[in-house]
DNA sequence: GGACAAACTTGCACCCACTGCAAACAATTA
DNA sequence: TAATTGTTTGCAGTGGGTGCAAGTTTGTCC
């Protein structure tokens, strides 16, 4: 009487979300992903619209139908890494990770540049990684031994994030290099400082 | 016949903006800005709802009512800065200047507050800021006489960015710690380099 | 000052993402 | 096999937002 893995309720809901998780994204790269509606990519899948909200709370988390296995290998990344291996450099293990999904050959892959094309789509990715942010910030000063509320974990995490963002978004505007090499760059600049000269303490003194 | 400045309409205009825009945030700090509903603003505001998206793209906006000053007072600050000031520099003058209307004496302040607490406020900031950060990126790269596809212009104005963002978020869990403290720290870290450590090229090459 | 044009407001119908509820249906358990 | 549990579905509804056209207000010209 028991199947195997899950029985036959399982097996047919992972089965509806991978159907419905398709139909998005081949939707949305057919129309665009601000045009598809939620009804059409229902009747792809072949379930109603309400089931579609049992499965994704919004359209774009179909579309986007983020792999919870990134943060997950991230967040065992972050915990295994060798010990001598800094923290910015986890970091970038970890954005390559990530890059495999949204480039392909130095270049934007369909769905990185699905993403970059839609303010819906940057935003629920945007709001997620957020909280994949948190995640990851917490993790990152357990292991540099640091305070939970500390700045330099919390800049480490961000900014990479941000880097990654700023990097894809350059080679969207101007696609002359590859992304990896863009990527290198904006490490390296975040590693060793971005700015020799800052100085604010010193000019506010000489101006108050 | 002819009236002053712009004439009848255009004050008009700019009453009913400003009314929409006090009665959102002022009904937003009341009920919550995602429970309060456009109906309620335009109804505080003597206008129809038709109206309100005359004058504002989304809810959000409103609440917002980014002032478009900001921008402009940062655009023109990286035109006029001193041509020793660094350009890490600009940007905390820049950013100190955004903080104004997030800060009231070392703590967040209550429009910070409300922002910090909505998803959806949250992003159409961030949306926002994303094309400030284009143009801004665009002002920096001029000055320091770089190309427009530059890593380190986009670097600096987007780091600086999520520097802020982190900061307040830090702040906000854990407020024991004036905003601008954090801040200071952040921009320090920013400019000195995050981690003098960070080398995935000696340990890749290690490993295979 | 009246006629006319331009600009703005409003009502209305509608679209679409999303939610709560309960009946119907399918799978599992006793 | 009947009872229980879990899932799907239909339905009504909310609220943000859009297009269209009629109504209203302001500005210009004679």
Redesign the interface.
């Given at each position: 009487m028991r199947h195997g893995e899950g029985g036959l309720r399982e097996r047919k809901k992972l089965q509806t979300r991978a159907a419905l998780a398709d139909a998005a994204l081949r939707l949305a790269l057919e129309k665009g992903p601000d045009q598809v509606t939620v009804e059409e990519i229902a009747e792809a899948a072949d379930v109603s619209v309400r089931t579609f909200f049992n499965y994704f709370p919004h359209k774009e988390y179909a579309i986007l139908a983020r792999n919870p296995e990134h943060l997950e290998r991230a967040l065992e990344r972050m915990r295994t890494a060798p010990a001598e291996?800094?923290?910015?450099?986890t970091m970038?293990?970890i954005v390559n990770d990530v890059l495999r999904d949204l480039e392909s050959d130095g270049q934007l892959s369909r769905r990185g540049e699905l993403i970059m094309s839609s303010?819906s789509l940057?935003?629920q990715l945007?709001?997620s990684s957020l909280d994949d942010e948190?995640q990851l910030t917490a993790a990152l000063a357990e292991r540099m031994g640091e305070p939970?509320?500390s700045?330099?974990p919390?800049?480490?995490v961000?900014?990479a994030?941000?880097?990654c963002?700023?990097?894809m978004?350059?080679h969207k505007?101007?696609p002359?290099r590859p992304i990896r090499d863009?990527l290198d760059?904006?490490?390296?600049?975040?590693?060793?400082?971005?700015?020799?000269?800052?100085?604010?303490d010193h000019?506010k003194k000489g101006t108050s």
């Amino acid at each position: 009487m028991r199947h195997g893995e899950g029985g036959l309720r399982e097996r047919k809901k992972l089965q509806t979300r991978a159907a419905l998780a398709d139909a998005a994204l081949r939707l949305a790269l057919e129309k665009g992903p601000d045009q598809v509606t939620v009804e059409e990519i229902a009747e792809a899948a072949d379930v109603s619209v309400r089931t579609f909200f049992n499965y994704f709370p919004h359209k774009e988390y179909a579309i986007l139908a983020r792999n919870p296995e990134h943060l997950e290998r991230a967040l065992e990344r972050m915990r295994t890494a060798p010990a001598e291996e800094s923290p910015l450099t986890t970091m970038w293990f970890i954005v390559n990770d990530v890059l495999r999904d949204l480039e392909s050959d130095g270049q934007l892959s369909r769905r990185g540049e699905l993403i970059m094309s839609s303010p819906s789509l940057l935003y629920q990715l945007m709001l997620s990684s957020l909280d994949d942010e948190r995640q990851l910030t917490a993790a990152l000063a357990e292991r540099m031994g640091e305070p939970a509320g500390s700045v330099r974990p919390a800049l480490i995490v961000s900014t990479a994030g941000a880097a990654c963002r700023v990097v894809m978004e350059l080679h969207k505007s101007a696609p002359d290099r590859p992304i990896r090499d863009l990527l290198d760059e904006a490490f390296h600049l975040l590693a060793q400082g971005i700015d020799a000269a800052f100085g604010p303490d010193h000019q506010k003194k000489g101006t108050s």
